[in-house]
């Protein structure tokens, strides 16, 4: 039997030639495989990131401002600034993650919209901590006396950026008039009066001289029933109406206590977002009494003020966080999409039951 030595050997190199290209081919896939595994990752830890600085972001807001009566604005305005700087640094991460990424323009759009987003974040963060400053405490509340005049201080920067951050995370979420525009239910049990210009209210509050000396009380009753009847999200979409909301207008009100228009008519989201403005802005003070009253009101009205902070704080926080949450999941899963467009499979597919 006559073997044939040169047709073996092109056999042999054949199948050699054959072998290398199929592990070549097969590296290649396997390359390409670990780089979207690797994007993937990057974005899953940048998102695990920002919700780890956000969990403890939000631990120390709530310590600060659930407990403490004599938090600072200066407190507010760091805690806008400490928005802001996640903002930054979220940015800065994603871009960096992204440009490095084969897959980018698959999620360009995506990427672009959610980074806008962020911007407009960090932008009205800015604002609203630069409305925000000074050592005087968010429950400002003048004793009365010689000390009576209230103060309405930087109210449009706080609005400003209060806005601009509420407008891209909130939604629909909250009610700008949500409660009614009645005071509190009077201690003989008669119902509520309407809140007018001129009669005693929660309005008083925001009077450049004094409030009502014959019944400080009730002033600081209707404050803490307005907060009571209200959520967080209600106050912030009573802020975000903008500066000539009335909100804002009630906030900012340089009007005697004898008449205060923007007090005619106003809801409770009305009154608890301008107690909430006035607490965060920096020199807002609230108006005492027109002499020292027999029984001191203030501590109310500085729980009024505490309550509506805390309450606008805290949705603002986790309105944030669940925004820049499903901003980097959309990403994420959209680079999922675009591998499983290819021959390769990044996950396992779900087992049917």
Known sequence: ????????????????????????????????????????????????????????????????????????????GAYFNKIADTMTLVKKKLKSEIANNENYATVKTDVDEFIKTIEKIEEGANYAAKGAEGNDPIANVAPGGDDKAGVPGDVDGLVKGIKGIVDVVLGKEGNATA??????????????????????????????????????????????????????????????????????????????????PAANGATDATVAGAIALRAMAKGGKFAGPQTTPKKDVSDTVKRAAISAVTKALNTLTIAIRKTIDSGLKTIKESMKINASNTSLSIEAPATAK
């Open 1 to 76: 039997m006559k073997i044939n030595i040169k047709n073996i050997r092109i056999k042999s190199i054949c199948a050699t030639l054959f072998i290398f290209l199929f592990l070549s081919c097969n590296n290649g896939a396997v390359e390409e495989l670990k780089k979207e595994k690797d994007s993937i990752l990057s974005i899953s830890n940048l998102r695990q990131g920002f919700l780890d600085i956000f969990t403890s972001f939000s631990d120390m807001i709530t310590n600060i401002l659930g407990i403490k009566a004599e938090t600072k604005k200066s407190e507010i």
């Open 179 to 260: 409660g009614d525009n009645l005071d509190p239910v009077a201690d003989s049990g008669s119902a509520g009066t309407k809140r007018t210009n001129s009669n005693t209210n929660a309005g008083q509050l925001f009077a450049k001289d004094y409030t009502d000396n014959s019944n400080p009380g009730k002033v600081a009753k209707d404050a803490i029933k307005a907060v009571g009847a209200v959520t967080g999200a209600d106050i912030l979409q009573a802020i975000a109406k903008g500066e000539t909301s009335a909100a804002a207008e009630l906030a900012k009100n340089t009007k005697g206590v004898a008449d205060i």
